[in-house]
């Protein structure tokens, strides 16, 4: 029996339009990407912050990167899919959700696509602010390995993280804090698990952030502290939608002009072409019409004749 949508997902059917949803999808993620590539930081710098992460999660006695690192440099059923999942899943599962939630939830959609995008932008003004060195790229007497450079011939990502082979200068190495990464993961999981509807869609949105929280470590792309960072943008994020939401309508309400409620029921509010009438005039057949719809006749002065005589009361 096929399912009726509810009256405010028909309203929000309504209100948005793929054509103006896809192109502003694509300037966020433009965004996303050109701030990754302009904002590259210096490397000395990028890489003192990623040395005094590792010290602070050394003085945490946190170490999850290196046992997770030396696992999957060590086992490439392990190591191979990890830096598939880490070069893929990104760009992938995110956009496919988006597109779910357009078509099967919209009455949903404007609040998730706002969270998305306000979390990227919190990301972008890290990357600016804190370039970080991500493990991988530390000197090899911090004990970390490669794994994408380590497993390249599996797949088409060359030595510079997820780019594919040859277009390593099109990315920024140093964009690693926060993790978006894990960010991006995190809302994916949120939204399987609040809107998928059946059991499995629930454990695919507890596994696929867990999943690639994992395998940005293992791969030496972040570290911990990197993916705690990525799932506090997204709080962050879930924060701020609704007051973006509301300044985002606030200003389309005054950009936009407002055209003037018709009554229900009723048909044009132009009466007669925008033509007026004088006091006391009637439309052709109007008194006819009234007489045949059981209405009183109109006995007003101009209908009676002039110096006719009121109606006895």
Same mark, same amino acid.
């Given at each position: 029996?096929?399912?009726?949508?509810?009256?405010?997902?028909?309203?929000?059917?309504?209100?948005?339009?793929?054509?103006?949803?896809?192109?502003?999808?694509?300037?966020?993620?433009?965004?996303?990407?050109?701030?990754?590539?302009?904002?590259?930081?210096?490397?000395?710098?990028?890489?003192?912050?990623?040395?005094?992460?590792?010290?602070?999660?050394?003085?945490?006695?946190?170490?999850?990167?290196? #046992?997770?690192?030396?696992?999957?440099?060590?086992?490439?059923?392990?190591?191979?899919?990890?830096?598939?999942?880490?070069?893929?899943?990104?760009?992938?599962?995110? #956009?496919?959700?988006?597109?779910?939630?357009?078509?099967?939830?919209?009455?949903?959609?404007?609040?998730?696509?706002?969270?998305?995008?306000?979390?990227?932008?919190?990301?972008?003004?890290?990357?600016?602010?804190?370039?970080?060195?991500?493990?991988?790229?530390?000197?090899?007497?911090?004990?970390?390995?490669?794994?994408?450079?380590?497993?390249?011939?599996?797949?088409?990502?060359?030595?510079?993280?997820?780019?594919?082979?040859?277009?390593?200068?099109?990315?920024?190495?140093?964009?690693?804090? #926060?993790?978006?990464?894990?960010?991006?993961?995190?809302?994916?999981?949120?939204?399987?698990?609040?809107?998928?509807?059946?059991?499995?869609?629930?454990?695919?949105?507890?596994?696929?952030?867990?999943?690639?929280?994992?395998?940005?470590?293992?791969?030496?792309?972040?570290?911990?502290?990197?993916?705690?960072?990525?799932?506090?943008?997204?709080?962050?994020?879930?924060?701020?939608?609704?007051?973006?939401?509301?300044?985002?309508?606030?200003?389309?309400?005054?950009?936009?002009?407002?055209?003037?409620?018709?009554?229900?029921?009723?048909?044009?509010?132009?009466?007669?072409?925008?033509?007026?009438?004088?006091?006391?005039?009637?439309?052709?057949?109007?008194?006819?019409?009234?007489?045949?719809?059981?209405?009183?006749?109109?006995?007003?002065?101009?209908?009676?004749?002039?110096?006719?005589?009121?109606?006895?009361?």
């Amino acid at each position: 029996m096929p399912q009726t949508e509810t009256p405010a997902t028909e309203e929000a059917r309504t209100r948005l339009r793929w054509w103006t949803e896809l192109p502003l999808i694509v300037l966020v993620y433009g965004c996303y990407s050109a701030g990754r590539l302009l904002v590259r930081g210096d490397v000395s710098s990028a890489v003192d912050h990623g040395l005094a992460i590792l010290r602070f999660e050394q003085h945490l006695h946190l170490n999850a990167e290196h #046992p997770l690192n030396r696992l999957f440099t060590r086992e490439p059923w392990l190591g191979v899919p990890a830096d598939f999942w880490y070069a893929s899943l990104h760009y992938v599962v995110t #956009p496919a959700l988006l597109v779910w939630l357009f078509r099967a939830r919209a009455e949903h959609y404007r609040r998730a696509r706002t969270w998305l995008m306000t979390s990227t932008f919190i990301g972008l003004i890290g990357f600016t602010l804190l370039p970080t060195c991500p493990p991988r790229l530390l000197s090899a007497g911090h004990g970390f390995v490669d794994t994408m450079a380590h497993y390249s011939s599996y797949g088409w990502w060359g030595g510079d993280a997820s780019a594919p082979r040859g277009l390593g200068g099109m990315t920024n190495q140093y964009a690693a804090m #926060p993790s978006l990464h894990v960010g991006w993961a995190l809302w994916c999981g949120l939204m399987l698990w609040r809107h998928g509807g059946t059991r499995v869609a629930k454990i695919f949105g507890v596994l696929y952030p867990l999943g690639t929280a994992l395998a940005v470590m293992g791969t030496a792309n972040h570290y911990l502290l990197d993916a705690v960072a990525g799932v506090a943008v997204m709080g962050v994020g879930a924060l701020l939608a609704p007051r973006v939401m509301r300044a985002v309508d606030l200003v389309r309400a005054r950009l936009l002009p407002r055209t003037a409620p018709v009554a229900q029921g009723t048909g044009s509010p132009i009466v007669s072409a925008g033509c007026q009438t004088s006091a006391g005039e009637r439309f052709p057949r109007q008194r006819q019409a009234q007489l045949d719809a059981g209405a009183e006749p109109d006995t007003s002065p101009s209908d009676a004749g002039e110096g006719a005589p009121a109606p006895a009361r």
